[in-house]
């Protein structure tokens, strides 16, 4: 039974195609593609179009694990990143970290979502110093180096700054999570995944990244909705 799910984000939406052994495919034009059933998870208002009979993601949808984060103001795509990390985890305790236009790390313990922290996203994080002062300039921060003690300009001390305090916060929640519950599987997802994974990529903790976790969630969930009902 192929699978569509789409992600429907503040900017631009996603769409991916499972087949029948669940094997995944993006796709440019879902409004061509051939699929059995649909999922859909939307951060904002659902707009109009949307496949005819799709399971929207939402507080009273069925997912594969248990939710003790209040579900009426749980994002969506953090429940279905978790519900993906779960399954590729082969049910074991893990960590989501997705680095977006925000981060988010989240919980996963005994097969429950327990819950998580939300920091600014790196961007975010470049621009709220340069709009929120008088002199900081908007940098990037691609090219930082680090290896650098401390910074020498100022753009390479807000690089810096933003560096060690995103991969430190990361860290942080990591070892706090942990201490309550034992390791954990880490995942990294999201658009900043590769740029906070060589900032991380020190030997401190074992990772793995996979790009679109969400897609992965979608199709569990779509999974265990079918089950449920036959």
């Known amino acids: 039974m192929k699978t569509l799910a789409l992600d429907i984000g503040n900017t631009r939406t996603k769409a991916a195609l499972f087949d029948d052994e669940g094997q995944m495919s993006l796709v440019d034009r879902w409004q061509q593609a051939c699929y059995d059933r ?16 799709a399971l ?3 507080p009273d949808t069925r997912v594969p694990i248990g939710v003790s984060y209040r579900r009426s103001t749980l994002g969506p795509d953090r429940l279905a990143a978790a519900c993906g990390a779960w399954a590729l985890a082969e049910r074991q305790n893990c960590i989501v970290v997705d680095a977006g236009t925000c981060i988010t790390a989240d919980l996963v313990q005994n097969s ?4 998580g922290a939300i920091l600014p996203g790196i961007d975010m994080s470049l621009a709220a110093l340069h709009n929120l002062t008088a002199r900081l300039p908007l940098v990037s921060p691609e090219g930082v180096d680090l290896s650098a003690t401390a910074g020498t300009t100022t753009e390479a001390s807000i690089t810096l700054g933003v560096v060690a305090s995103t991969a430190g916060a990361v860290r942080a929640l990591v070892q706090r999570y942990e201490q309550g519950c034992g390791p954990c599987q880490l995942w990294l997802t999201g658009g900043d995944a590769l740029r906070l994974a060589e900032w991380l990529n020190d030997g401190w903790h074992p990772f793995r990244i996979v790009d679109n976790l969400v897609f992965h969630g979608l199709y569990e969930i779509t999974k265990f909705n079918e089950e449920y009902c036959i």
């Open 38 to 53: 649909a999922i859909v998870c939307a951060s904002g208002p659902l707009p109009e179009g949307l496949p005819q009979g």
């Open 112 to 115: 429950t979502y327990v819950g």
């Open 56 to 58: 929207v993601l939402g």
